[in-house]
């Protein structure tokens, strides 16, 4: 049963460009949660998804970041007009079911650098 | 709002010596508690967890965390820490509340080093 997988595992982009994160999740779960990890820093959520829900976005800045989990394909994190405050690495996790108790499983990560 | 504190930045200890990594938390109501580790370049992998019961909880790799609810903690310990330990240990805690049941708060990580 392979993990949670997740492309490119590094992204340059130049300011300005956009950036799309790929992140497919473990197989039968359905809940994906995304999470950025600034330099030296933890993880900060950002977004918790369904098929085809945004269920608690609270961690998403407002502007140029969106988030996608359709129905067929994987889920997208999406950012458009980078800016160099975007450098940081951006893991996706995802869980079987909903609800606090149940493990969330990370991939390896989309390493972000905005020149 | 829920959060995680690891006092320690960066940890080094003797390959053979006993680890104990800090955790202090603040939640309204009963936490869900989590240790994760993070190898350089690597995703995170799940040594622990807590929800309730009893209050020492064993993981992966010879680890063990001890709830405790009076002071607010949850630190990790090991007995005999190996070179392949080496890696950044977060401390998370969960659910929000609300509907976010999904969402993890973490600590700032602790680098733990291990000298031969």
Redo the contacts between chains.
């Keep these: 049963n392979a993990g949670?997988m997740q492309n490119p595992r590094h992204l340059v982009r130049r300011r300005g460009q956009e950036a799309r994160l790929r992140c497919s999740p473990m197989k039968g779960h359905s809940?994906v949660?995304w999470?950025r990890q600034l330099p030296?820093?933890?993880?900060?959520?950002m977004v918790?998804l369904q098929k085809e829900n945004i269920?608690?976005e609270?961690?998403m800045p407002k502007e140029r970041f969106s988030a996608e989990f359709p129905k067929e394909g994987p889920s997208i994190l999406r950012i458009q007009q980078v800016v160099r405050g975007d450098s940081a690495a951006y893991?996706c996790?995802s869980?079987l079911n909903?609800?606090?108790?149940?493990?969330?499983?990370?991939?390896?990560?989309t390493r972000l650098t905005v020149t | 709002a829920q959060s995680?504190t690891?006092p320690d930045i960066h940890i080094t200890v003797s390959e053979g010596a006993s680890l104990e990594l800090r955790c202090n938390y603040s939640y309204g109501a009963t936490p869900?508690l989590f240790w994760?580790v993070q190898s350089p370049?690597?995703?995170?992998?799940?040594l622990l967890?807590y929800?309730s019961g009893d209050t020492l909880v064993q993981g992966i790799k010879g680890f063990e965390a001890e709830f405790k609810r009076s002071q607010s903690s949850f630190n990790l310990r090991k007995p005999s820490v190996h070179w392949s330990d080496a890696a950044e240990y977060?401390c998370?805690v969960?659910?929000d509340g609300g509907?976010?049941?999904?969402?993890?708060?973490?600590?700032?990580?602790t680098i733990l080093t291990v000298h031969p």
């Design positions: 949670v809940h949660y999470y030296e820093e933890g993880l900060k959520f918790y269920i608690d609270s961690g893991f996790a869980s909903y609800g606090g108790t149940d493990e969330q499983y990370f991939g390896p990560g | 995680v690891q869900y994760y370049g690597q995703g995170l992998q799940l967890k929800f977060f998370a969960g659910p509907t976010s049941y999904g969402k993890l708060t973490f600590g700032q990580g």
